[in-house]
């Protein structure tokens, strides 16, 4: 059957939905899309966000950006490619980062010379712990699937997005339980890269650490096209954006800010050149101006946050000082772009000004491992140093306690880190609240009675202090939790 072939689109005009398809891969709905006369643009789905597979022909062989994840699935889009663009020499495969919706599939370009940045390789390896924790999420979501797809009329726009979910969380199990060893990048990089392939040339610079360590653009000048990966997109084509849904520097993630606003002011030097700007998965769309917009925001912050911290500004005063929806109303709107992920990205950039790591994450820690009272004490007692090494933020460490509360039921754990949180910040009411609540869920009412007592004392318009104090008052018989 015919592959779907869509019009190409121009930088300045809006992706289309793709029409549907009539050609399948494994279960999946085919799209393919001419770029020009020697690209080509190959995903699976109509609903579901998978990875743009770009292809290029050029005097070396086929260069292919990005897999799908799925081997299943890039095997046969191999195939397509060949089809495509009749011929089958594949001499080179870039990744543009380390996710497995853009590596797993490297295996079938094992013949080719896989390219990608130097971090790409460590975030490939998988921790045998989180492919148990993967393995039990996906058992988890699959029948919540299949559950949605039966409540579903038959043949409704609704049951097609379900069967599609389905069918691909379906291959994506596959690959986790098969557990195989990942193919690794086999030629790597730090800053930018020039890969000559004879008639055409593909630019890679780092822009890593908004979305993984390793992420990088791709420019192909001959072609005017930019592809960015996972890091950024203006809007969504469909209701199921995937994995683009966050632009933000996280705790953990190694950053090169200088780095990344200088290649981002290269790429944006020759904007007269790029026609064309390719996200990492198909229904996200990036102008222009949303990626000008996005180096901005990172290099105000960079500069602004920066000055604060070096005149020995508090983290709270900079977090106060650059609030996402006035001073970036437009990107407060933009995919990716969120209060908890902005506090993410100016937290960083102070941390990383500053040199002090983030003690509410070893507190975290140490309490997750059940570490001995002396070690946590050396950490809380860093707060009042001459020369600290930590930083401490009252919401995240509240944060980290529900944490244990709610989502993993730790109880213990909740009420040493509620605990931790009103000594390090005694004059906060939210901070004794979190810890009545944990109190009480521990069965210690009178503790429980205590810190809500402190809460309304510092805050008496705390209303979810004075219902829990008179729930206590009215005591188990009638509804105390």
């Known amino acids: 059957m015919a ?41 699976v789905g109509d609903y579901v966000s998978t990875t743009n597979v770009v292809a290029f022909a050029t005097a070396k ?18 195939r397509v490619i060949s089809r495509e663009l009749g011929r089958s020499d594949f001499t080179t495969l870039i990744d543009t980062h380390e996710h497995g919706d853009h590596t797993g599939g490297n295996s079938v370009y094992a013949d080719a010379v896989i390219v990608a940045h130097e971090r790409c390789a460590a975030g490939m390896r998988r921790d045998p712990a989180d492919r148990e924790r993967v393995l039990a999420w996906q058992a988890q979501h699959v029948a919540e699937l299949e559950a949605q797809a039966a409540k579903h009329p038959a043949g ?33 990089f730090t800053d930018r890269l020039t890969l000559d392939m004879g008639d055409t040339t593909f630019e890679l610079s780092f822009v890593g650490g908004m979305h993984s360590a390793s992420d990088i653009a791709v420019f192909v000048p001959e072609r005017g096209i930019l592809m960015t990966g996972d890091t ?62 996005r180096l901005k925001y990172v290099e105000a912050l960079w500069e ?19 609030p996402l929806d006035t001073r970036f109303p437009d990107l407060a709107k933009s995919p990716g772009f969120n209060a908890r992920n902005h506090a993410s990205t100016v937290s960083e950039i102070w941390a990383t000004t500053t040199g002090l790591r983030n003690g509410s994450t070893e507190l975290f820690n140490l309490v997750d491992a059940g570490a001995p009272e002396e070690e946590v004490r050396a950490v809380v007692a860093d707060r009042g140093s001459r020369t600290p090494k930590y930083y401490f933020l009252e919401r995240e460490m509240n944060a980290r306690g529900y944490f244990f509360l709610l ?26 609240d979190s810890l009545g609540e944990g109190l009480l869920a521990s069965g210690d009412v009178a503790g429980a ?15 979810n202090g004075k219902e829990a104090l008179a729930r206590i008052e009215a005591g188990p018989a009638k509804g105390s939790s």
């Open 3 to 43: 592959s779907v072939i869509l019009a190409l689109f121009a930088l300045s005009a809006p992706l289309a939905l793709p029409a549907l398809a009539s050609e399948e891969v494994a279960g999946l709905p085919l799209h393919v899309q001419r770029l020009d006369a020697r690209t080509v643009r190959v995903w």
């Open 61 to 78: 062989g086929i260069v292919v950006v990005d897999t799908t994840g799925v081997p299943k699935v890039d095997r046969e889009l191999r």
């Open 156 to 188: 409704s726009v609704e049951a097609k997005k379900a069967a599609e979910q389905l069918t691909f969380e379906r291959l994506s199990r596959e690959v986790w339980e098969a557990n195989a060893e990942p193919v690794l990048p086999t030629r790597t």
């Open 232 to 293: 950024m997109a203006d809007r969504w084509l469909t209701d199921t954006p995937g994995c683009l849904a966050s632009f933000a520097a996280r705790e953990g993630v190694p950053h090169d800010f200088p780095l990344l606003l200088e290649n981002g002011r290269r790429l944006l030097a020759r904007k007269a050149e790029i026609r064309t700007i390719l996200p990492g998965h198909w229904n996200g769309e990036l102008s222009l101006a949303g990626f000008e917009a």
């Open 304 to 322: 602004g946050v920066g000055k604060l911290a070096k005149d020995g500004r508090p983290l709270e005063e900079a977090l106060a000082a650059f």
């Open 407 to 432: 989502q993993q039921k730790r109880v213990p754990e909740a009420v040493r880190l509620f605990r931790l949180n009103a000594e390090l910040f005694p004059g906060s009411w939210n901070v004794w």
């Open 449 to 463: 009675k205590s810190a809500y007592e402190k809460s309304v004392q510092i805050n008496p318009e705390n209303r």
